[in-house]
């Protein structure tokens, strides 16, 4: 998935701005249990495909995890913050009336991934979520389709779209964060010291 969304990233974002973000935002939903739909899954090829997926702390996968696997978080940051900046990029060479607010968010974005990066801690996501996503989307959609909203309504899309995004955050790093920890402990406390 990966190699799927850097080709989107780099040769569909300056063409179609709206289209290759949504394309990237969807496969990055789907892109942590790819591996367990590969048919080819016990192979060693499967490590090369998706070597993100690996679990150094032979950590057991926990029922409750949207993704198990403790090191995927971090290299899922780390494309999310190539994608936002090229995005961030596009905009900022195709310059449109809506570019400062983009850049307002993605500064804020970045505050997040920066302590995040630094600290670990999954709950900078939800303390920075990427509204930056909402309203690229929101923007980059209006302009592809020519299309002019009253103010009301376009803030109230955007509220609900910020309500969707903080929703999504908390689930995916906050909610996910405590069941690691969680998970861990239980298997920390079933290893034998000898």
Known sequence: MIIFRLLG??????????????????????DCNVKNYLQFYKKKIANIID????????????PKLICPYPNYVYIDKVWDTALITVAMVVSLIYWKPFTPILL????????????????????????FPSFFDVLYLIFYFLDY????????FLLVI????????????????????????KTAKNHLK????T
């Open 9 to 30: 990233l780099f040769l569909f974002l300056f063409l179609y701005p709206f289209w290759a973000y949504l394309i990237n935002i969807l496969l990055d939903f789907t």
């Open 51 to 62: 070597i993100t997926l690996k679990n150094p702390l032979n950590l057991p996968n926990h």
């Open 145 to 152: 389709f020519h299309l002019q909203l009253n103010n009301v």
């Open 104 to 127: 307002i968010f993605y500064i804020y974005r970045m505050i997040g991934h920066v302590i995040y990066f630094k600290t670990g801690n999954r709950n900078a996501m939800v303390y």
């Open 158 to 181: 955007i509220f609900m779209g910020f309500i969707g995004k903080l929703y999504i955050e908390y689930k995916l790093h906050y909610n996910q964060a405590k069941n690691h920890l």
């Open 190 to 193: 079933t290893v034998k010291i």
